[in-house]
């Protein structure tokens, strides 16, 4: 009989404990101020998108094919025309120096030890370049908001290029802020305001307040400006005046793949298409947008048989296991992107709660694969998943 050996290592006692997706957003939520949890796990008014997508995740049947050769594995997928190591990829998430203050560096330096993509958001809290560097030649992505001020998403744009990212992706899903009722109630502003409530949270979470304290300022790295309700600040900037035209206008100013991400209907996949796009984003935001949207998993096969053989079609919202991941491959996604599932490790643990964010995807990933007896995603077809 062997003993297990203790370790003083705290993050790693913590993590060993996480087994799941869902046990890092356990572990998540006790290590971090409310608002900053409600920020990551929570959605708009009702929240009913997000019940949905998840839902749809939890009724679908897989139908496996038994006695099959799946001792050799290939997980991979092509992307842009590059493999990913992972059918899954960092969706781009704002405010992430928020959840921990390792931010977005960290999560880079995680995608590119996984050997998939990351995609930097407008409201990073890191710089671009900053986290290019710590990246150390992973892929990157720059997802961008059209800004009323034109120029200013220029500027963005080209700060990008030059520090080497690879594609572009315009989110067009958000010409307001969605009615996200968690954050509203709970006074959300970046950097955050101290109040009583705050106050009261320093007692519950010294570790996390002594990081944020101690730490260079948190602030959007692509903005400046006073603590500002997150709602009002997104009206303030963004163009709910954006049409297809800003597509064409986006095409003149960069030259790399172009994704738009926040499709929601078969026809709105046509027009992007039509109008340039190289890839569409099947995504209602993860819920936090407009609720009751339609729900990407159920609508990403009829975008592939429109598209498919035109673009490459990717999709999130509400994907927490590698088992959804591979759902959706098997739905005809080339590449599913995941954002709460990475936020909930770097709440738990930083840059090593990403990591093993990570590797609970990819483990899930390959068991799933081998159980429903296939070696390669090139082998996954609808014929794998039903409606239960």
Known sequence: MGFHRPTTDHVARRLAKAHSIADLRMI????????????????????????????????????????????????????????????????????????????????????????????????????????????????????????????????????????????????????????????????????????????????????????????????????AGSPTAVADMINALFDSTMTLADLEWLRTIWSGPLVVKGIQTVEDARRVVDAGADVVVVSNHGGRQLDRAPVPFRLLPHVVDEVGDEAEVWVDSGVLTGADVVACIAQGADLVLVGRAYLYGLMAGGERGVDRAATILADEVARTMRLLGVRATSELGRHHVAES
């Open 28 to 223: 998540a939520r006790r290590r971090t101020p409310r608002a900053v949890f409600d920020y990551t796990d929570g959605a708009a008014e009702q929240e009913i998108s997000l019940r949905r997508a998840r839902a749809a995740f939890a009724s679908l049947e897989f139908r496996p094919s038994v006695l099959r050769d799946v001792g050799s594995l290939d997980p991979s997928v092509e992307v842009l025309g590059r493999r990913s190591a992972q059918p899954f990829g960092f969706a781009p998430t704002g405010f992430t120096r928020l959840m921990n203050h390792e931010g977005e560096e960290a999560v880079a330096r995680a995608a590119t030890r996984a050997g998939i993509p990351y995609a930097l958001s407008t409201l990073g809290t890191t710089s671009i370049e900053d986290v290019a560097r710590a990246s150390g030649g992973g892929r990157l992505w720059f997802q961008l908001y059209v800004w009323r001020d034109r120029r200013a998403g220029e500027v963005l744009v080209r700060q990008a290029e030059a520090a080497g990212y690879e594609a572009l992706i315009l989110t067009v899903d958000t010409p307001v802020a969605g009615a996200r009722m968690r954050d509203a109630r709970n006074g959300l502003t970046i950097p955050p305001r101290l109040t009583f409530r705050t106050v009261g949270e320093m007692a519950l979470h010294p570790a996390w307040w002594g990081n944020l304290l101690t730490t260079r300022r948190l602030e959007f790295a692509s903005m």
